[in-house]
């Protein structure tokens, strides 16, 4: 199958409508169309056909039982495939839709298993990305969409990704430059209990405290080991997401210490004949001496560390680094978000140096 790839971004109105008419159409016919969220970019089917949406697990080589979220363009979409709405899955919508918030809740009979993984809830979300509005709008279908990679490689946040990975397997792919975010959307389940954060993400606890009297975490994301006996409550976040050619290890502690442990790792392994690469940040990426370096952001701005993540990982993976180093982040609001990616694709590797006072509290606070 050939795969085009569509410029939707810096090209006229009329050319937009074309493309848009296009994927609308894809769609209809029960095919798959990526486009870009303003989370990462998305692999799109219709929600509500089965064969299409078998068609996304085909594509992406994804396991069959890690469901699809489902996007809509207005909030009424909800009562279409949701059984109940609580007052309380209301006030979030109203207050972070549209945006990086995905709401689990019980699914009418509508929804078929191939877009839940054989679920009874649905997972939705109404993204705020414009192209996504308008594709979803102009489909006239509820979209079921995972992240658009190759299952086990990082989400797409340029188009380029998504055609690395998708080229020959799906007809179209709407370009609207990168993303914003670039890390997926926070889920929360409110189909149940408690409302329960199955994964973090932009969204975090504290905002959404704002308007749940209560917010929990689900055990199996939160903190930093892998925990081989808790289910995760989203099947999604029991896989290990990115399983890089070479090992990335993460370092924590004070920073002074945290660049000479990584330079002494580049080190032996570099003597070892080994290509190392290390992602410091802009704050200390002058400190580090190895084949290939890069900053993932500012340390002041946890959003520009979210949104250099995956691209910088693809990089590491493309110049086929035999081991990679990086600094870590403080587990607080994006942090912990950003830190849930970096362990999984690390694999937990995590080397915590002997903590001093400054780390300590920069850690309370
Ligand atoms: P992706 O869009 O690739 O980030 O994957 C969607 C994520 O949503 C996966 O981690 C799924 O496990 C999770 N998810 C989708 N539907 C449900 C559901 N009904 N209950 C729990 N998690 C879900
Ligand atoms: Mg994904």
Not at 162 to 186: C, F, H, K, N
Not at 293 to 317: C, H, M, T, W
Request: with cysteine; aromatic share 6%; hydrophobic share 40%.
């Amino acid at each position: 199958m050939e795969t085009e790839l569509l410029n939707i971004e810096s090209v006229s109105s009329k050319q937009k409508a074309a493309a848009l008419r296009k994927a609308g159409e894809i769609i209809r016919e029960g095919g798959l169309v990526a486009f870009p969220t303003e989370t990462v970019y998305g692999l799109g089917a219709d929600a509500l056909n089965a064969e299409a949406a078998a068609k996304i697990y085909a594509a992406k080589g994804r396991p069959s039982d890690n469901p699809l979220i489902v996007h809509i363009h207005d909030i009424s979409q909800v009562y279409e495939i949701a059984e109940e709405v609580p007052d309380e899955a209301k006030a979030v919508m109203e207050k972070f839709w549209p945006g990086p918030l995905t709401i689990i809740l019980n699914k009418k009979s509508c929804v078929p298993d191939g877009t839940t993984g054989g679920l009874h809830t649905v997972a939705i979300r109404m993204p705020s990305h414009p192209i996504a509005r308008d594709f979803i709008r102009e489909s006239g279908r509820m979209i079921a969409a995972p992240s658009a990679n190759t299952s086990g490689r990082p989400s797409p946040t340029l188009a380029s990704h998504v055609y690395e990975d998708m080229q020959g397997r799906i007809p179209l792919i709407l370009d609207g430059g990168a993303v914003g975010i670039g890390i997926e959307s926070t889920i929360i389940d409110m189909s149940t209990g408690i409302p329960t954060i199955l994964r973090p993400g932009y969204i975090t606890k504290d905002m959404l405290e704002e308007v749940l009297p209560e917010v929990k975490i689900d055990p199996a994301v939160s903190g930093r080991t892998m925990k081989k006996d808790i289910v995760a409550k989203a099947p999604g976040m029991k896989y290990r997401h990115y399983a890089p050619k070479g090992q990335l290890t993460l370092v924590e502690g004070d920073k002074d210490k945290v660049i000479a442990k990584i330079n002494e790792l580049v080190r032996e392994k570099k003597e070892e004949g080994y290509k190392v690469g290390v992602i410091g940040t802009d704050e200390t990426l002058d400190a580090y001496h190895a084949d290939i370096l890069r900053s993932i952001g500012s340390r002041q701005k946890p959003e520009s560390v979210a949104a250099n993540l995956y691209r910088i990982l693809r990089e590491f993976d493309d110049l086929e680094c035999d081991y990679m180093y990086s600094e870590s982040f403080f587990e607080q609001g994006l942090g912990n978000a950003i830190m849930n990616r970096m362990l999984k694709a690390a694999g937990y590797h995590l080397i915590t140096l002997q903590e001093g006072l400054v780390w300590i509290i920069a850690r309370l606070l």
